[in-house]
């Protein structure tokens, strides 16, 4: 046991390091899916039947395709180590997150009166301007603890990334065991990592949610 916790305590620092690259693929995946999410959700609840049908066939073909499969056909199909790995993996889970977002965001934005969008428009605001100041500030507040949970997944998912070397959490676990030949040890340091990080985020949207229903009452 304690050459366990000696092991954990050298090569923590190295696997620290590869959360840390896990937390900015994460940040910067949804961020990325957060916008590509809200201009796909406006084009799916326009009035133009064209641009529902592409952004209902951008979703349902992203949210149908494996994340390893995506990250794999981007990778190497598309990109081609055109770009530094790391952009590359924040590139494809954006794209595999906005498809989910743009979900989310759909259902706040249906979930706010409809007569609040007249009455913007009979204003003399467009659709762009009652959209960004009057509808999404409200729905946003209704999407939050969905999108909290879309973080989470997402930075679960960033383990998958691994398939494209980069130099993640769980690939950082694999590096090590590739010399150590230790992989029970590593692979549970990487789970109790992921297991702290994951509880924690929850522990957080869960009192963001309680706080939001508290202010609804």
Do not use: H, W
């Amino acid at each position: 046991m304690a050459d366990y916790f000696s092991l954990f305590a050298k090569y923590l620092p190295l696997l620290l390091k590869g959360l840390q690259n896990t937390i900015i693929i994460a940040i910067g995946g949804v961020i990325l899916g957060t916008i590509l999410g809200i201009v796909l959700c406006i084009l799916s609840i326009s009035k133009n039947v064209i641009l529902q049908k592409i952004a209902n066939f951008y979703v349902t073909i992203v949210r149908g395709i494996p994340l390893m499969i995506l990250a794999l056909f981007l990778y190497f199909g598309v990109i081609k180590n055109a770009l530094p790995v790391l952009t590359s993996a924040i590139i494809i889970l954006g794209i595999n997150a906005s498809a989910f977002i743009a979900e989310i965001f759909r259902a706040g934005i249906l979930a706010i009166d409809p007569g609040q969008m007249e009455a913007a428009r009979s204003l003399g605001m467009s659709y762009f301007q009652a959209m960004g100041k009057i509808i999404l500030p409200q729905a946003f507040k209704i999407m939050i603890p969905s999108l909290m949970n879309q973080f989470i997944a997402a930075l679960k998912d960033t383990s998958i990334l691994s398939a494209i070397s980069v130099t993640e959490l769980t690939m950082s676990a694999k590096t090590i065991i590739a010399r150590t030949y230790k992989a029970f040890e590593l692979y549970s340091f990487a789970l109790i990592i992921y297991v702290v990080v994951i509880t924690t985020l929850t522990f957080i949207s869960k009192k963001i949610e309680q706080k939001l229903s508290y202010d609804k009452r």
